[in-house]
């Protein structure tokens, strides 16, 4: 069942995003609110395993719909939900010549979308999440895959390097964020203690310090040497979606669906 809830929950929070940045006339608005409030993914997860086994019973066992591959734009769960801007699925990336729009390497290698992308300090390295539930680094002057890291069990949201150089981190929809080692390519810490979503990582200024901002609604600051938490910080009322350090260390901020950073 562990599955099962995975996909509905991807799936509730992607109509959740969608309700959020749809116009609702003021009764509708005031009615997805309050699901919210209530818990909207958690009930509807709750609800739907509850409606599945109640048809299988009623059915016993037996389909009751034939699934046909409509598009979105034509589905009755467009019509409620809306409908997504059509985005690539992305499964390599392009280093490009900023002075010559040349691009210098197809970077392929990925089974699912990439998701996000980050450069190395010293720029001879390009780190790549995705949601094939690995991290890759590349060589950018020769374009080829140096190495694959591999440990986390669910969708790679995001990868960021350590302004220290010495250090990756990632983050992902396992609920954890993985440290690991440049040099040797090891994981040196799992952070773990968010109860959802890992969705946005950072590093301090100098390093020492890593946030991280999930679908728990909390923001926790981590001691990168240690994997120990520092802090959970709390206030926002819906999913963090981002969180940034100020540029000297002493700040950070968060930006969340609860319509408030």
């Known amino acids: 069942m ?32 309050n699901l919210i409030d209530e818990g909207f993914t958690r009930n509807g997860v709750d609800y739907l395993k509850k409606l599945s086994v109640a048809l ?16 979105d734009e034509s589905s009755r769960k467009a019509e409620f939900f809306g409908r997504e801007e059509e985005k690539p699925h992305t ?24 998701i996000d992308v980050t450069y190395s300090l010293r720029g001879d390295h390009v780190a790549t999440a995705s949601y094939d539930m690995t991290v890759k680094v590349w060589d950018v002057a020769t374009g080829k895959c140096h190495h694959i890291l591999l440990g986390h069990i669910d969708y790679v949201f995001g990868v960021k ?9 990632s983050n992902s929809q396992d609920h954890t964020v993985r440290l690991w080692d440049i040099e040797t390519q090891k994981c040196l810490h ?22 991280s901002a999930s679908d ?33 260390g002493d700040q950070v901020a968060s930006a969340s669906a609860d319509k408030s950073v």
């Open 161 to 169: 390097y350590s302004p220290k150089v010495d250090q990756l981190a």
């Open 216 to 248: 728990d609604k909390t923001m926790r600051l981590w001691n990168v040497d240690t994997g120990n938490c520092y802090y959970m910080l709390t206030g926002h009322s819906n999913t963090v979606y981002s969180v940034m350090y100020s540029p000297n």
């Open 91 to 114: 499964r390599c990336v392009s280093p490009v010549d900023i002075l010559t729009g040349t691009c210098l390497h197809v970077l392929e290698g990925h089974h699912g979308s990439v």
């Open 56 to 71: 299988y019973r009623e059915q016993a066992g037996q389909p009751i719909v034939s699934y046909l591959r409509y598009k």
């Open 190 to 211: 799992v952070l773990s203690g968010h109860g959802r979503s890992v969705r946005s990582i950072a590093y301090s200024p100098q390093g020492h310090q890593l946030a």
């Open 2 to 33: 562990a599955l099962y809830d995975q996909f509905i929950e991807h799936w509730l929070e992607r109509g959740k995003r969608r309700l959020e940045e749809k116009k609702l006339v003021p009764l509708a608005r005031a009615a997805f609110e």
